[in-house]
């Protein structure tokens, strides 16, 4: 199995990235890509479990991509794991995840369900999310579970939800593809443009050097995933997914991409974008 997106604690999972890659070895996943939002920070103690644990891990991020709509997310995959000029621009987005933070804060102060900086600090090892908020709400009693707390208050469009600022989306991909990367727009759904809009912008990011969009993945119903497909057709996009699994026991399993999952032609044509061998079976046997 293949999968090409998934979290740790260097930024909203809940697995060490040794853990993470521990488990996607006992689910039979033999690529992996690490795609922390906004940082490269787990991607070399993954890359060691990955040795150890005859994983191939892909370095990788998710970017947070501010766009004239609103934001979305773009996975950047990458031959090794500090792609220059993008680890230098990580801190400054950081920091944009600090501020939006502390604004989410102030929101849920405003509708009487006050949590501290410093309770949320503590569920939070790398950058910080509105998941961690999340737990925030949920141990002050404000909410029964992160995900009560996601749909009164933290999603989108909910009233503390604030749109985490980013990088503009030529910008990001053009910094994944200088760093010798693959530039993937991830969940495309997120973008709330519809199949056309969805077309059209990665179109516009093509000419940047945009690589892949997410079709594999769990959560698409098939009609939409053959839209997807066709979109990435007709761009000649690579077809890319992954689990985006960030919680063991809640949301997809590392590994689970949809049916029919991430195939390796995919994955093949994304090592080839950047620059790396295939790993054959006999490399880990
Ligand atoms: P952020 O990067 O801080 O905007 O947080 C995005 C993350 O929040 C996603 O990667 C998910 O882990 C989580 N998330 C977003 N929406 C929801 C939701 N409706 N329910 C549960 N988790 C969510
Ligand atoms: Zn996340
Ligand atoms: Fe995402
Ligand atoms: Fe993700």
Known sequence: MIDLHAHTTASDGDLSPA????????????????????????????????????????????????????????????????????????????????????????????????????????????TIGRPHIAQALVDAGHCADRREA?????????????????LAPAEAVRLVRDGGGAAVIAHPWS????????????????????????????EVLPDQRDAYARIARRLGLVASGGSDFHTPGAGAELGHTGTPGLPADACERLFTAIGQRVPSVHDHS
């Open 19 to 126: 853990a993470l890659v521990a488990r996607a070895a006992a689910h039979g996943v033999r690529v992996l890509a690490v795609t922390d939002h906004d940082t490269l920070a787990g991607v070399e103690d993954a890359m060691a479990a990955g040795t150890a644990h005859g994983v191939t891990v892909i370095p990788g991020i998710e970017l947070t991509v501010t766009a004239a709509q609103g934001s979305f997310h773009l996975v950047g995959l990458f031959p090794h794991p500090r792609p220059a000029p993008l680890a230098g621009r990580l801190d400054e987005l950081a920091h944009a995840r600090e501020l939006r933070a502390r604004r989410i804060l102030e929101l849920l102060d405003g509708l009487g369900m006050p949590v501290g900086m410093e309770d949320v600090r503590r569920h939070t090892t790398g």
């Open 150 to 166: 996601f749909e009164r208050v933290l999603g989108d469009g909910r009233p503390a939800w604030i749109p985490q600022t980013g």
């Open 191 to 218: 973008l709330r443009l519809g199949h056309r809009g969805v077309e059209a912008t990665a179109a516009a990011l093509v000419r940047h050097g945009l690589v892949g969009l997410e079709v594999h993945r769990p």
